[in-house]
């Protein structure tokens, strides 16, 4: 008896997802041997933060970075529609050691992000009905491909040789890695077009303070095309990053207080960089500090040093002893300087009552309260030393 042509349909269905998963699997079994082959030429040329100065070492890791993204769209074909959950799983299963962060950055576009020690790649993935292609890969920018490639260059194999930071000039250094980093996403432009960023670590082999380098990227379908490209540094230990608010982009960064100095590695002065995204593209709109009593105190000085108001800050008589201070205090870079601050520092975002800042050789301990949402100066006393640098009830004036 002939069997119906559903059924025979059916059985032709079967026989070809049964050869196509054959096939996948010996695909994926040939890189696997391809990976471990290359894993183990690299073996010995890398301390996780650099690769050793050799053009086959450079070469060896360009190749395995090809084989991580090959290995995960071969398993998305197999795997359609996996959650990033999933794919990170998969890398694991191709390296054990290699630390993996899927981001799906709209439909069918899987942001990569692959790292070992401090030594990172990043690719995007993207899905065409049943089939999936890797549309960008960061190791493969070179200067000259984009109006950012001296930064972007920063990703590729090349760069994250041990002797690339000492052969380039200073103002070059951005330009060598290596880079590890994750992908983040933003809402779409006007014209519907997916976009993301991608946030890149450079290795530091000691120190808290680590430079960074921040890019956005618009994809048409068709290309994906970088918008901004901009780089900065940040505390390790800093409890923001990077996060999107209504249509901005913040970035916490690392910078210096203007009047005093911190003596440590620690965040310094914590700014948020502003990047607003418009219906076309980026618009930076640069530094905002963050709210402290650390930054109360360095606007005070600077304002009272630059002539500028400071009735919305301090009562009269802390305006008066703040002159008095600045007379007193030693120039560095053509402003007075309070010295260094020694930790532990007053509480980031401090309370209404007081805190006490500690200089090398003096203590400040400041009473506050807060006038329409901002900290305002009710004292000021110079002190041998703080006594407790907690917030808390101020010192008796």
């Known amino acids: 008896m002939n069997s119906s042509p559903f059924l025979r349909l059916v059985a032709v269905l079967v026989s070809v997802f049964a050869l196509t998963g054959c096939s996948t699997k010996a695909k ?6 391809e990976y ?20 086959e070492a450079s070469a060896s890791l360009d190749r395995k970075w090809s084989l991580q993204a090959l290995w995960v769209t071969t398993y998305l074909e197999e795997h359609p ?29 899987y942001g990569v992000a692959t790292q070992e020690g401090e030594i990172g790649n990043a690719f995007v993935v993207v899905q065409n009905g049943r089939h999936y292609r890797m549309i960008w890969n960061a190791k493969d920018l070179r200067v000259g491909s984009t109006a950012d490639s001296k930064l972007l260059s920063a990703w590729s194999a090349e760069a994250a040789r041990s002797d690339c930071r000492s052969k380039v000039k200073d103002e070059d250094w951005l330009s060598c890695g290596p880079v590890y980093g994750r992908f983040g996403f933003v809402p ?16 530091e082999l000691a120190g808290m303070s680590v430079g960074a380098q921040l890019s956005v990227w618009v994809w048409d379908g068709s290309n994906l095309k970088s918008q901004y490209v901009g780089v900065y540094s940040y505390y390790i230990d800093q409890p923001a990053g ?14 210096q207080y203007r009047m005093f100095s911190t003596c440590c590695d620690d965040e310094g002065r914590p700014m948020d960089w502003n990047l607003k995204l418009t219906s076309t593209g980026i618009q930076d709109l640069g530094y905002s500090p ?35 201070l600045l007379r007193r205090s030693p120039k560095a ?3 007075p300087s309070l010295g260094t601050l020694m930790p532990p520092y007053p509480n980031p975002s401090g309370d209404a009552a007081g805190f006490c800042a500690e200089f090398e050789e003096y203590g400040l301990r400041f009473s506050t309260k807060i006038v329409r949402d901002k900290r305002y100066l009710t004292g000021m006393r110079q002190l041998a030393n703080c006594p407790d640098t907690s917030t808390g009830p101020p010192a008796p004036q």
């Open 188 to 203: 779409s432009d006007d014209k519907g077009q997916q976009r993301f960023y991608l946030e890149g670590s450079y290795a």
């Open 81 to 109: 529609f996996a959650s990033a959950k999933e794919v990170e799983s998969a890398v694991s299963a191709l390296d054990g050691n290699l630390g993996c962060e899927v981001t799906l950055l709209g439909p069918g576009l």
């Open 333 to 335: 870079s053509g402003l």
């Open 242 to 255: 990077v996060r999107l608010e209504g249509d901005i982009l913040r970035v916490r960064v690392r910078e």
């Open 290 to 324: 963050v709210s402290s009593a650390l930054e109360t105190m360095d606007e005070l000085f600077y304002r009272t040093e630059n002539g500028l108001n400071t009735d919305d800050m301090a009562t009269p008589e802390v305006r008066k002893k703040t002159r008095a």
């Open 28 to 33: 994926m079994a040939k890189i696997r041997n």
């Open 36 to 55: 471990a082959g290359v894993a183990t030429a690299l073996k010995g040329q890398s301390d996780g933060f650099f690769i050793v100065d050799s053009p």
